[in-house]
């Protein structure tokens, strides 16, 4: 049962990396919580014009400190863990079980506490704390750093996230089956993380066999990939593509509607990609295996464009019609087969 999981404890080591900025309780962090439902408002209509998806509605719009979204990411988390593992539990758990209930635990609050001070903002239908949820957090302290440490203009800044966060909307919401698309690929993660009997073995043959070959221990994918089961690679991979795609048509749509509607577009991608390619970050993200991440930044967006460029932008519509047509890992990096495959 997921009362029986230590999310708590989950809490309170998010909590002690995390930290919180110096501004977020003042009323600058008051005006950015009234400004931004407007932004997010113009964001969207903008987004619809440019990728033909819908966007019922509106989502709730919530500024938020890092802790409170350490706290809600924690509620998703606690949900789909129930959700995909019914029988995980205190009582019903073997000793193996019971650490790697542990281990994860932890490994969860670690993550959410280093990224929850560098997230800026967050569509929440992927993870939501609720089944019907349909809104965008944005974690105030870090804007309003990024805007003073940068001196960005705060138009032009929120305008540029309200862009990126209401292009994952119209994924999520205008795709009609993405989102339990999603949500299966991520229980299927989750139903392979229990540690096993076997696994330890393979984990030591895989040190052993990089050790011989005089190769990396750990590739992009971190201590994810490292202790993934057969079964659980193939399902990272199915993630990976998808969140390049996801990411990368976020990014191309923010890029170019910033093109053309914010003056400061060129200055504030250029720092923010430099912010993704500090060394001593990326040296973290390799070693937690969100190094990912950062590589589904850059082959999405350079399989956008290269998709445009071999036939057009409206060939990316394809990958919203059907799970079969979405582009694989391999697909992700060689375009032309995947514009080959839908036509």
């Known amino acids: 049962m997921t009362d029986e999981l230590p999310w708590p404890f989950a809490g309170r080591v998010a909590g002690l990396i995390a930290g919180e900025y110096e501004l977020a309780g003042s009323y600058h962090f008051e005006h950015l919580a009234e400004s931004l439902p407007d932004v997010v408002a113009s964001a969207s209509s903008m987004v619809v014009e440019a990728t033909g998806l819908e966007l019922p509605g509106a989502p709730a719009v919530a500024v938020v400190s890092r802790r409170d979204w350490v706290d809600r990411n924690i509620g998703g988390y606690t949900k789909m863990v129930g959700d995909a593992l019914p029988a995980f539990n205190a009582e019903q758990s073997t000793p193996a079980e ?137 399902t990272l991979d199915r993630v990976q593509a998808l969140m390049s795609l996801l990411e990368g048509h976020g990014h191309f749509v923010m890029d170019r509607i910033g093109e053309r509607v914010l003056t400061s577009q060129a200055r504030m991608s250029a720092i923010l990609k430099n912010r993704r390619n500090d060394p001593r970050v990326q040296a973290l993200f390799r070693l937690t295996g969100i190094e990912m991440k950062m590589r589904q930044y850059a082959e999405g967006e350079q399989f956008i464009a290269e998709v445009e460029r071999i036939a057009s932008l409206a060939v990316i519509d394809a990958a919203w019609e059907k799970p079969e047509a979405l582009p694989s890992l391999t697909e992700i990096r060689d375009p032309e087969a995947w514009v080959r495959r839908v036509g």
């Open 98 to 234: 019971a650490i790697s209930r542990r281990l994860v635990v932890t490994e969860v609050g670690a993550l959410l506490g280093f990224l929850s001070k560098r997230v800026l903002g967050q569509y929440e239908l992927v993870l939501p704390a609720e089944d019907e949820a349909d809104s965008i957090a944005f974690v105030g302290g870090n804007i309003l750093s990024m805007e003073r440490s940068n001196q960005f203009s705060p138009v032009d800044f929120r305008m540029w996230i309200a862009l990126h966060e209401s292009a994952h909307r119209a994924q999520f919401v205008g795709v009609p089956w993405m989102r339990e698309y999603f949500r299966g690929l991520i229980s299927e993660m989750i139903e392979h993380s229990k540690v096993n009997d076997g696994r330890f073995g393979r984990m030591y043959a895989r040190v052993r066999d990089a050790r011989r070959a005089s190769e990396p221990i750990l590739d992009e994918r971190g201590l994810m990939g490292f202790v993934a089961t057969e079964a659980q690679s193939e």
